[in-house]
């Protein structure tokens, strides 16, 4: 089966400046998250949908980052305007009912 | 909150060498565990998930063990090549609450000399 898809695979942005991600999950997979991982560091949640219904944004700072998912299958994730420390690599992942959660190529973000 | 840890945080060996590579987790109520291993500049790639009712799971040279009762997880590689070269991610879901997101450790940057 086709894994997680992600685009684009590296993106460099001047602060400021806002950039959008994208995710097509494994077919038939309900769940869908988006992770942020900043060098040296695993990965932190940044926000888990359930079909098109948010589960948890808690860590997503909302007043820079946006995510939605029509329609329950792609996922779009977006920086509006970006600050130097959103430099990372932003990966998704999905998962089906119990499953393990299956994660895509990732994006690398720089932001100068 | 849980919280994991994984030592060391960075390791060398020779080529042909076996080594163990080490998780620990605070709560130990989790429903199972997850070793991934991450190639620069890369996404990561599920090497074995170990349910919580499991003490071993093995994979070809990969074995990772779980004692609940102790927060602990090991990966064990036998006979280390150099394209085991990597970083090596323990995770687990969180457990109760809405979200089952997984909670990661900072990983172990594992180096195989030829």
């Known amino acids: 089966e086709a894994g997680v898809a992600q685009s684009p695979r590296y993106k460099i942005i001047e602060k400021r400046q806002s950039v959008a991600f994208w995710c097509n999950p494994i077919?038939?997979?309900?769940?869908l998250y988006w992770y942020q991982q900043i060098l040296g560091q695993g990965p932190k949640l940044l926000i888990q949908f359930q079909n098109n219904g948010v589960v948890d944004d808690s860590q997503l700072p909302k007043d820079r980052f946006s995510a939605e998912r029509l329609k329950g299958v792609d996922s779009t994730l977006k920086i509006q305007p970006a600050k130097l420390e959103d430099s990372a690599v932003y990966l998704c992942?999905?998962?089906?009912?119990?499953?393990?959660?299956?994660f895509g190529p990732g994006t690398r973000l720089t932001v100068t | 909150k849980q919280e994991v840890t994984q030592i060391p945080a960075a390791l060398s060996v020779p080529e042909g060498e076996n080594l163990v590579l080490n998780c620990s987790f605070t709560?130990?109520?989790?429903?199972?565990l997850q070793w991934f291993r991450q190639d620069p500049g890369k996404g990561l790639t599920s090497l074995l998930l170990i349910q919580s009712s499991q003490r071993e799971q093995t994979s070809g040279r990969l074995n990772a063990s779980l004692d609940k009762s102790s927060g602990r997880s090991t990966l064990y590689i036998a006979a280390s090549q150099p394209g085991d070269s990597a970083t090596y991610l323990c995770a687990v879901p969180n457990y109760g609450g809405a979200t089952n997101k997984l909670i990661f450790g900072t990983g172990t940057l594992l180096a195989v000399q030829p």
């Open positions: 077919s038939g997979h309900a769940t």
């Open positions: 992942a999905s998962s089906s009912a119990g499953s393990a959660q299956y």
């Open positions: 709560d130990s109520a989790i429903y199972n």
